[in-house]
């Protein structure tokens, strides 16, 4: 017999809805005025996308040496290292640039991972549909013109909102309840990450690797939850607190399962999207071969498939496209564990520019979940994340945070806010879930009873935290003078102690520029069209 908690009111329901958590996003991020506002590693996806549309390839020749300027290359003839930039007319490695351009048999292409084209190729096509039906600009104009912002920004959006979505999909399936209040707390988690991490600032604003990253993320870690709730669901659990010993199924010990196989896609390609993720897939395949321990050879077999088929789509595409199977860009040389390595650390997590608590403190919600998360499985009681998910999910924080820190240009480069950090973020969302759960009620709140003042008190802090963590992003996503502050008073790049400035952080500059007209008019002559 249906219960009223089974037909939730309507009001509920449309709180709940997918396609109103789609309105609000999508809204949020179209409407938001900065777009590709550092003009770094993404600038070159919508040059690449046209070049592969119109020419079958990815070169960025055509484009003439001036417009590639600034911006890291591979040259196919070496001439130039890997990655080089050459910054300026007359400036060193300009002739071999030059040289390079003019000769038909040499290509220059984008030093970044062609995924960043390959996610503009759908913006390519329709700028040039629009320009067949209408007669106004197409791509390759607005390209020469600076007209493709828009555009661009609409595809890194359109793919940030696919992973909200997919956060959306994964608190529902660890949230306890009626649906209709899993709906609504679903949304309410989901439109914090879209708007209160660099989801929004960063991901949302261009094609960064970070913008793929974040889908294939929280693609995994929504078929871990999956994984792991199928487990952990109703039915008899260790009183010990240990991860229950699944019931061994019978029959065809090497069927497939469909999850795992998506969750071992969606790792090795992120690991494609961000190679810092590498990390991530190894982790989260490991807990995925230990929880379905019961079924060794099935598990191993998915896992095997869905991992192989992403490698094998990845070299083709890399010898069809740069012809290599294994791009430049992929080195791990690029790490290495340097003198800077503890302040980098110390500056991702809590530095005023770049610390992830200090931009979405928001996610110290992980560290209450990680709480309830191993209280309720001492007492015995079913959830989700289970113990040993959770050890997984903080060792892969982990893991990003050494491979960030590993990088010599630890900052960040001309970016806003926690860039680097963007990846350790659908894992801390699935650790805050359980706190989620209990905070608004759920099947562990009763504990609470006794205490109303102290869940009201943790209310209004978390609801402090959401609306701080949103607003600084959205001082990165509205006021593109932030993105001024990696240039001025000083490059960033030339002094990356700027981070740790309280009085100059970055999400202060549009402050800064109404009060001190001086910083202004200075930074307006070295930030163009900010």
């Known amino acids: 017999m249906a219960t009223e908690s089974d037909h939730p009111s309507r009001g509920l329901a449309v709180a709940g809805s997918w396609w109103l958590l789609t309105m609000v996003v999508l809204g949020v991020y179209l409407v938001s005025p900065v777009r590709d506002a550092t003009d770094a590693d993404p600038a070159f996806a919508p040059l690449s996308a046209h070049s592969l549309v119109h020419h079958g390839d990815l070169t960025l020749d055509r484009f003439g040496a001036r417009r590639l300027i600034g911006h890291p290359v591979v040259v ?75 555009l661009h920004a609409a595809s890194a959006s359109l793919v940030v909102l696919g992973a909200v979505l997919a956060v959306r999909a994964t608190a529902i399936a660890a949230l306890t309840g009626p649906m209709g209040r899993r709906r609504v707390l679903s949304n309410a988690t989901a439109l914090v990450v879209a708007l209160g991490t660099s989801a929004y600032s960063t991901a949302s604003r261009a ?18 939850v999956r994984i792991d709730r199928n487990v952990t669901g109703p039915g008899p659990v260790d009183p010990t607190g240990s991860d229950p010993e699944p019931t061994p199924e019978p029959r065809d010990p090497v069927r497939l399962q469909g999850w795992t196989v998506g969750l071992a896609a969606a790792s090795a390609a992120a690991a494609v999207a961000r190679p810092t993720n590498l990390a991530f897939a190894v982790l989260i395949v490991a807990w ?47 790490l290495q564990l340097g003198g800077w390595f503890a302040e980098a650390v110390a500056a991702n997590w809590v530095s005023p520019s770049r610390g992830l608590l200090w931009a979405s403190p928001i996610v110290v919600m992980s560290v209450a979940g990680t ?12 959830v989700v994340p289970g113990r040993a998910l959770v050890v997984a999910l903080w060792a892969t924080v982990a893991a990003v945070t050494v491979a960030v820190s590993a990088f010599s240009q630890w900052w960040a480069g001309h970016a806003f806010g926690p860039r680097f950090m963007t990846e350790a973020v659908p894992a801390l969302v699935v650790l805050a879930l359980p706190a989620v759960d209990r905070l608004a009620g759920g099947a562990a709140a009763d504990r609470d009873a006794r205490h109303p003042g102290r869940r009201t008190a943790a209310l209004v802090a978390v609801c402090a935290l959401a609306l701080w963590s949103v607003a600084f992003h959205a001082v990165g996503s509205v006021a593109g003078a932030s993105g001024c502050w990696n240039a001025y008073p000083i490059d960033v790049d030339s002094d990356p102690a700027r981070v740790w400035s309280l009085p100059d952080a970055q999400v202060l500059e549009p402050v800064h520029r109404v009060l001190d007209p001086q910083r202004r008019a200075a930074q307006d002559a070295v930030c163009v069209g900010r």
Do not use: K
């Open 371 to 382: 709480v309830v998360a191993l209280r309720s499985a001492g007492r015995g009681e079913p």
């Open 288 to 334: 995925v071969l230990y929880r379905n321990r019961h079924r060794p050879l099935a598990t191993a077999a998915s896992a095997l498939l869905g991992g192989s088929a992403v490698v094998c789509a990845f070299v083709g595409l890399s010898l069809l496209l740069v012809g290599r199977v294994v791009p430049q860009y992929y080195s791990a040389g690029r």
């Open 76 to 150: 196919s003839d070496g001439s130039l290292d890997a990655g080089f930039v050459v910054s300026g007319v007359g400036s060193t490695g300009w002739e071999q640039l030059s040289a390079a351009v003019a000769d038909p048999d040499v290509d220059v292409v984008d030093y970044f991972p062609w995924t960043g084209a390959v996610l503009a190729v759908p913006a390519v096509l329709v700028a040039d549909g629009w320009a067949a039906l209408t007669g106004t600009a197409d791509s390759g104009e607005l390209l020469a013109g600076g007209g493709f912002a828009w």
């Open 207 to 224: 094609l960064w690797q970070h913008t793929p990253s974040l889908l294939l993320l929280t693609l995994a870690l929504w078929c871990a």
